[in-house]
């Protein structure tokens, strides 16, 4: 029996890949097991190579695994692409159309088994359900058995009547009793060990994001469909309707940020998702935001670019952008969740900032983070705490009539805000610069003021995690990640530890304004510091060399992948090997 594999779904865009993975992941998550599940998917509606990968253990798991023990192959291009990441022992089944499938030349110790399953649906009436024949099969190599699988039918396909229920229950089995005729009563070595049986989440970072901005009081989403942030806005329009949301779909990503600052600016939380270049066409709006000092939240979705460059494909390239975009001097928050379940409570964590410092703020996933599908222990709905910063009281407002000191001097730069319609809160709000009323001024004094208290406020951003470290107090390698590279870093440690080399693990959640002191004081208790992320350009390495010394710059070292894939934890564990050796190289590249 085995504690831990990965299972791996491929044929066409459009055959019913990703539903065949969502089904499986469902039932062993249902089963107790904990599940990191991957799509690898091509920039097209139908046709060409998708995968879905499962990796299945009974202790959670944060990443993709490097070799694959189970591929359900519905091509020959899958076996071709997928057949080298097999493990020794690993099974491939392939559905048998189109003559006998084969292995590529040198892909030993891994058993081809030849399962009809598209033969199979189609004697069943619907040749589509392949799928459910090849979660037979599936259910047959783990050693599930139909029935772990049926409740999960049940509810997918419980809207469209039973007749369709019963057909995929037939399917399954069809497809579990062949696969067992095919392997043969011996072969079990694949079989799972039993889980613990427990209930929990199974869920996307968009989900999760969409989830905590619920909790949070999130009452409309104005968004252009983009991949890959699209699924914050379909988990939205199911869901916020039943809490007294809206959901609009704007014409472009410039009306889906201005509608959001105008719900901000009335005192409703909003949020806008995007990625890349929708991000890209936001950067005007964003600094109309921070001028009138609106709250307002921005899910930016990481893709591959730059231009619509790899839009299926993962990376963590839009750093700058989020940190630096837009015009003027702009200050702004941007918070990057470490794991999907860190998106539910970053959500939160983005309106409370937004309306705490009346700002801006960027909410910082990438494509792994944003559709990779993960069990998440639990929900701690005791740490949501609903915070609308500074809004003007009674003896704040002007009575006695003319305009409110909206934008009122303070020591910490925050003004307490009217709302439209409160009494006495009468002003002007304008992207123009303006005195403390926001009457429009041109004056030299007003306007050093006035920049200085839009600053002021970010001196320090409080109330939210800026650092996540785990390790050693004293470790010899510190590793420093952001996003959706937390699993692969986390497993490096482990593995470099096993191996005498004490590692510690940064993983840099606030990136704006960044947290200068904690990031120093962790470097400064390292040797060697190695900085992992998903660009070409070592962004994350770039914003450190800008806020700590000397000293510390000459020990950073960059390690960075941008072929569009995650990281494996090899893909760390050699580099720093190398790097802290006598004879180290100063910079490494993957892929």
Same mark, same amino acid.
């Given at each position: 029996?085995?504690?831990?594999?990965?299972?791996?779904?491929?044929?066409?865009?459009?055959?019913?890949?990703?539903?065949?993975?969502?089904?499986?992941?469902?039932?062993?998550?249902?089963?107790?097991?904990?599940?990191?599940?991957?799509?690898?998917?091509?920039?097209?509606?139908?046709?060409?190579?998708?995968?879905?990968?499962?990796?299945?253990?009974?202790?959670?798991?944060?990443?993709?695994?490097?070799?694959?023990?189970?591929?359900?192959?519905?091509?020959?291009?899958?076996?071709?692409?997928?057949?080298?990441?097999?493990?020794?022992?690993?099974?491939?089944?392939?559905?048998?159309?189109?003559?006998?499938?084969?292995?590529?030349?040198?892909?030993?110790?891994?058993?081809?088994?030849?399962?009809?399953?598209?033969?199979?649906?189609?004697?069943?009436?619907?040749?589509?359900?392949?799928?459910?024949?090849?979660?037979?099969?599936?259910?047959?190599?783990?050693?599930?058995?139909?029935?772990?699988?049926?409740?999960?039918?049940?509810?997918?396909?419980?809207?469209? *009547?039973?007749?369709? %229920?019963? /057909?995929?229950?037939?399917?399954?089995?069809? =497809?579990?009793?062949?696969?067992?005729? &095919? #392997? +043969?009563?011996?072969?079990?070595?694949?079989?799972?060990?039993?889980?613990?049986?427990?209930?929990?989440?199974?869920?996307?970072?968009?989900?999760a994001a969409a989830f905590g901005a619920l909790v949070a009081g999130c009452r409309l989403v104005a968004a252009y469909p983009i991949t890959p942030a699209s699924e914050i806005m379909h988990w939205l329009v199911k869901k916020l309707p039943q809490y007294g949301g809206v959901?609009?779909?704007?014409?472009?990503?410039?009306?889906?940020?201005?509608?959001?600052?105008?719900? *901000?600016?009335?005192? %409703?939380? /909003?949020?806008?998702?995007?990625?890349?270049? =929708?991000?890209?066409?936001?950067?005007? &709006? #964003? +600094?109309?935001?921070?001028?009138?000092?609106?709250?307002?939240?921005?899910?930016?979705?990481?893709?591959?670019?730059?231009?619509?460059?790899?839009?299926?494909?993962?990376?963590?390239?839009?750093?700058?952008?989020?940190?630096?975009?837009?015009?003027?001097?702009?200050?702004?928050?941007?918070?990057?969740?470490?794991?999907?379940e860190d998106c539910f409570y970053g959500a939160v964590d983005a309106f409370n900032l937004a309306d705490r410092y009346q700002t801006p703020v960027i909410l910082a996933l990438d494509l792994a983070l944003g559709l990779a599908k993960q069990t998440v222990e639990g929900i701690?709905?005791?740490?949501?705490?609903?915070?609308?910063?500074?809004?003007?009281?009674?003896?704040?407002?002007?009575?006695?009539?003319?305009?409110?000191?909206?934008?009122?001097?303070?020591?910490?730069?925050?003004?307490?805000?009217?709302?439209?319609?409160?009494?006495?809160?009468?002003?002007?709000?304008?992207?123009?610069?303006?005195?403390?009323?926001?009457?429009?001024?041109?004056?030299?004094?007003?306007?050093?003021?006035?920049?200085?208290?839009?600053?002021?406020?970010?001196?320090?951003?409080?109330?939210?995690?800026?650092?996540?470290?785990?390790?050693?107090?004293?470790?010899?390698?510190?590793?420093?990640?952001?996003?959706?590279?937390?699993?692969?870093?986390?497993?490096?440690?482990?593995?470099?530890?096993?191996?005498?080399?004490?590692?510690?693990?940064?993983?840099?959640?606030?990136?704006?304004?960044?947290?200068?002191?904690?990031?120093?004081?962790?470097?400064?208790?390292?040797?060697?510091?190695?900085?992992?992320?998903?660009?070409?350009?070592?962004?994350?390495?770039?914003?450190?060399?800008?806020?700590?010394?000397?000293?510390?710059?000459?020990?950073?070292?960059?390690?960075?992948?941008?072929?569009?894939?995650?990281?494996?934890?090899?893909?760390?564990?050699?580099?720093?090997?190398?790097?802290?050796?006598?004879?180290?190289?100063?910079?490494?590249?993957?892929?």
């Open positions: 029996m085995s504690n831990e594999l990965t299972w791996v779904v491929g044929g066409q865009q459009g055959e019913g890949i990703d539903t065949t993975g969502e089904i499986l992941a469902s039932a062993l998550n249902r089963l107790g097991y904990y599940i990191y599940g991957y799509r690898t998917f091509g920039s097209r509606i139908k046709g060409g190579h998708t995968n879905y990968r499962i990796r299945i253990a009974q202790r959670p798991v944060y990443g993709i695994a490097p070799q694959i023990d189970v591929l359900i192959a519905f091509d020959q291009d899958s076996i071709n692409r997928l057949a080298g990441e097999m493990a020794p022992g690993g099974v491939v089944v392939f559905n048998g159309k189109g003559g006998r499938g084969k292995l590529p030349p040198g892909v030993e110790g891994v058993r081809l088994i030849e399962v009809p399953m598209v033969d199979l649906a189609r004697e069943l009436g619907n040749p589509i359900m392949k799928n459910m024949v090849g979660v037979g099969v599936s259910a047959a190599l783990l050693g599930l058995a139909p029935e772990d699988i049926e409740p999960i039918i049940d509810e997918r396909f419980a809207g469209k *009547g039973g007749k369709l %229920v019963e /057909a995929n229950k037939t399917a399954l089995r069809r =497809g579990y009793d062949a696969a067992l005729q &095919a #392997l +043969g009563e011996a072969d079990g070595h694949l079989h799972l060990a039993p889980a613990d049986g427990r209930r929990r989440y199974l869920m996307t970072g968009d989900e959901v609009v779909q704007s014409e472009d990503e410039i009306a889906a940020i201005s509608t959001v600052i105008g719900a *901000g600016y009335a005192g %409703v939380r /909003a949020l806008t998702s995007t990625s890349g270049p =929708g991000f890209s066409l936001m950067q005007e &709006a #964003l +600094g109309y935001a921070g001028m009138i000092e609106a709250p307002c939240v921005i899910v930016n979705v990481q893709r591959a670019g730059p231009s619509t460059g790899m839009p299926t494909k993962h990376e963590q390239s839009d750093l700058f952008e989020m940190v630096m975009g837009s015009h003027g001097d702009l200050p702004r928050i941007v918070l990057a969740p470490v794991t999907i701690d709905f005791e740490r949501v705490r609903i915070d609308r910063g500074a809004v003007a009281l009674p003896d704040d407002l002007n009575w006695e009539g003319g305009d409110f000191k909206r934008y009122r001097f303070t020591d910490t730069g925050i003004s307490p805000r009217s709302l439209p319609g409160m009494p006495g809160g009468l002003h002007l709000a304008t992207g123009l610069e303006h005195d403390e009323t926001g009457h429009i001024t041109e004056d030299r004094g007003n306007r050093v003021r006035m920049m200085q208290k839009r600053l002021r406020k970010f001196t320090q951003v409080d109330g939210v995690e800026a650092v996540r470290y785990e390790g050693p107090e004293q470790p010899e390698v510190l590793l420093v990640g952001w996003g959706a590279s937390y699993g692969a870093l986390r497993e490096a440690r482990e593995i470099l530890t096993e191996r005498g080399v004490a590692t510690g693990h940064a993983h840099i959640r606030l990136l704006a304004p960044f947290p200068a002191g904690p990031v120093a004081e962790l470097l400064g208790r390292a040797r060697h510091v190695i900085v992992a992320e998903n660009n070409a350009q070592g962004q994350l390495a770039a914003l450190m060399r800008q806020h700590i010394d000397s000293a510390d710059k000459a020990r950073l070292r960059t390690l960075n992948k941008y072929d569009g894939t995650l990281f494996l934890p090899a893909e760390i564990v050699e580099p720093v090997l190398a790097a802290v050796s006598p004879m180290a190289a100063s910079a490494k590249e993957v892929g």
